[in-house]
Nanobody, 115 residues
Framework: QVQLVESGGGLVQPGGSLRLSCIAS????????MSWYRQAPGKERELVAA????????TYADSVKGRFTISRDNAKNTVYLQMYSLKSDDTAVYYC????????WGQGTQVTVSS
């Protein structure tokens, strides 16, 4: 059974940081393109960052460039999203996605940035 499990979300003050983790099971993690998306209330789900299997090559939404870093540890079947200088606009449910011979989504983890 293919599964992605996110963790690390929570409540943080503006300017703070969080690190999200996504552990994959049941798929060839090393061959998968891994991505983080987010969905704020009343808005469409949007791509935050992605990392390829080879290279790896990373890509970011303009709104998070310079503040967020995506990375992966293939030995641990885990992808991370390190978030710094968080803003209220970053408040959303963050989803992990794996793309390899199909697409799998995690269940999401809530990130709330508020004082």
């Amino acid at each position: 059974q293919v599964q992605l499990v996110e963790s690390g979300g929570g409540l943080v003050q503006p300017g703070g940081s969080l690190r999200l983790s996504c552990i994959a099971s049941g798929l060839a993690f090393g061959a998968a393109i891994m991505s983080w998306y987010r969905q704020a209330p009343g808005k469409e789900r949007e791509l935050v960052a992605a990392i390829t299997s080879a290279g790896p090559v990373t890509t970011y939404a303009d709104s998070v460039k310079g503040r967020f870093t995506i990375s992966r540890d293939n030995a641990k079947n885990t992808v991370y999203l390190q978030m710094y200088s968080l803003k209220s606009d970053d408040t959303a449910v963050y989803y992990c996605k794996a793309t390899h011979l199909g697409v799998v989504w995690g269940q999401g983890t809530q990130v709330t940035v508020s004082s």
